[in-house]
């Protein structure tokens, strides 16, 4: 039985079969794209960007691109650069997918990265690490005669 919000629709259970599989050939065909194509853009030229993932509308319509460009390094300008070409990028991909659409693209930093390096910083710290290692078991209950 599937389970209904107060309105009664379905609840979303995350993406479906199909549009994790048209965000996975989007992304592949983005990186190629992107590897092979010379932009005239000041906040694009000479950086490399990593595709991390394409999320697709349930219509297969829109695609939100999630990039990381190389080190990390001024990523709110080349995600605006991205954003500015998203229709020439659009464009390509209509060639180069076999889609019955080519979805419109929007570009986000991925801020995963970011997060795991917190995360690897929190578990590197003296107080965390304490708590991490496991202490061996204590006699102390043998005492209280």
Do not use: Y
Not at 43 to 61: F, I, N, Q, W, Y
Not at 74 to 102: C, Q, S, W, Y
């Amino acid at each position: 039985m599937k389970r209904t919000t107060s309105k009664g629709h379905a609840a979303a259970a995350g993406p479906t079969q199909r549009q994790l599989r048209a965000g996975e050939l989007m992304r592949h065909a983005l990186v190629e794209i992107l590897r092979e194509e010379d932009f005239d853009d000041p906040d694009l030229a000479g950086v490399s960007v990593t595709v991390t993932e394409v999320r697709m509308s349930p219509d297969l319509k829109h695609a939100v691109c999630f990039v990381e460009p190389l080190g990390g390094e001024h990523a709110p300008e080349v995600v605006k650069g991205l954003n500015r070409h998203a229709k020439f990028l659009r464009g390509r991909l209509g060639r180069a997918i076999d889609m019955k659409f080519t979805p419109d693209l929007k570009f986000l930093h991925d801020e995963s990265f970011d997060e795991a390096e917190r995360i690897g910083r929190l578990f590197d710290d003296p107080k965390v690490r304490q708590d991490l290692t496991p202490q061996p078991p204590s006699d102390s209950w043998k005492d209280e005669d």
